[in-house]
């Protein structure tokens, strides 16, 4: 069984530029959700993606988006970094109807200069 | 905000002892609470919930007890090892997707 992947796992950006982050999920989990992790503080949840269709949105701007495809791998994108975007970015993988027991992969870490 | 919160940033406690970890919470209309583990590099990991209609629940040396009177949640860690060295989160499920974090107690087990 393979557990959830993240990459890059180090990234680093100027203001301004757009972003990617990709996540394979684990397998046989159809839902995966996105979080935002600031340095000494817990995760927020940015997003969840079922099915290829956003599931549920936490309160993100509009520039961050993302996508799921059929094989239930995800990509986070956002658009227009500014510093305090700065952050460990996680992804979680779960199953349908048990979201409490998210496996997470190991994160990115993005720096916004 | 936030909507669960841990009442220490940091614990430090001895190999072999017993830990517990606290957490209190505002919103009543939680479904689930939850614990999770992050050590230092990897994502946080599951380690268990306890749904908000019961009071204790208990899983490989842990037990979490819910006291809704307080709105106050505790994980207790027995015999605790040096491998339990982490930062611990509650989390709270409402809205049967979204999971909202506090900002962590960091565990430290002293040899």
């Known amino acids: 069984e393979t557990g959830v992947t993240q990459s890059p796992t180090h990234l680093i950006k100027t203001r301004g530029q757009q972003v990617t982050l990709r996540c394979s999920s684990q397998?046989?989990?159809?839902?995966v959700s996105w979080y935002q992790q600031a340095l000494g503080q817990g995760p927020q949840f940015i997003f969840q993606?079922?099915?290829?269709?956003?599931?549920g949105r936490g309160n993100f701007p509009p520039r961050f988006s993302g996508l799921q495809f059929p094989n239930y791998s995800s990509e986070l994108n956002v658009n227009a970094l500014e510093l305090d975007d700065s952050a460990l970015y996680l992804c979680?993988?779960?199953?349908?109807?048990?979201?409490?027991?998210?496996?997470f992969g190991p994160g990115t870490r993005l720096t916004v200069l | 905000g936030e909507s669960v919160g841990l009442h220490l940033p940091t614990l430090s406690v001895q190999e072999g002892d017993n830990s517990i970890i606290n957490c209190a919470y505002s919103?009543?209309?939680?479904?689930?609470f939850i614990w999770y583990k992050q050590e230092s590099g990897k994502g946080p990991q599951f380690i268990i919930d306890?749904?908000?209609?019961?009071d204790k629940r208990q899983g490989q040396r842990v037990t979490v007890l819910l006291n809704k009177t307080v709105k106050h949640l505790s994980l207790q860690i027995a015999a605790t090892q040096p491998g339990d060295s982490a930062v611990y989160f509650c989390?709270?499920?409402?809205?049967?997707?979204?999971?909202?974090f506090g900002a962590g107690t960091t565990v430290t087990v002293r040899a």
């Open positions: 989390a709270e499920n409402t809205n049967d997707y979204k999971l909202s």
């Open positions: 306890i749904r908000s209609n019961m």
């Open positions: 397998s046989g989990h159809n839902t």
């Open positions: 979680a993988s779960s199953s349908q109807g048990n979201f409490n027991e998210q496996f």
């Open positions: 993606y079922y099915r290829e269709e956003e599931n």
């Open positions: 919103n009543s209309a939680s479904d689930y």
